[in-house]
């Protein structure tokens, strides 16, 4: 199975910037589908971005505007990149890979906290 491990994540000020990196020990070429997704303290996982094995993209609300996704298949690495940081963006960001047969793997999650 794949494994996925992100990074880039830490401390930033509100307007700030920070770029998520989620790189995979094989071929992400073989995930139809790659998302982030986030869960802040006490509350549930939320859908961020995500996007498909042909470039297709999606957002969640509270994200669309400011966040952009994108994958690198010769690199084998997904990307979020994120701007405007506020701090209800606060949260651990986990990425996500799935198959065309519904397996799917999970990052072990980045801190991303925004202060005011």
């Known amino acids: 199975q794949v494994q996925l491990v992100e990074s880039g994540g830490g401390l930033v000020q509100a307007g700030g910037s920070l770029r998520l990196s989620c790189a995979a020990s094989?071929?992400?070429?073989?995930?139809?589908?790659m998302g982030w997704y986030r869960q802040a303290p006490g509350k549930q996982r939320e859908f961020v971005a995500s996007i498909t094995s042909v470039g297709s993209t999606n957002y969640g609300d509270a994200v669309k505007g400011r966040f952009t996704i994108s994958r690198d298949n010769a690199k084998n690495t997904m990307y979020l990149q994120m701007n405007n940081l506020k701090p209800e963006d606060t949260a651990v960001y986990y990425c996500?890979?799935?198959?065309?047969?519904?397996?799917?793997?999970w990052g072990q999650g980045t801190q991303v906290t925004v202060s005011s």
């Open positions: 094989g071929r992400i070429s073989s995930f139809n589908f």
């Open positions: 996500a890979g799935f198959t065309s047969t519904g397996s799917g793997s």
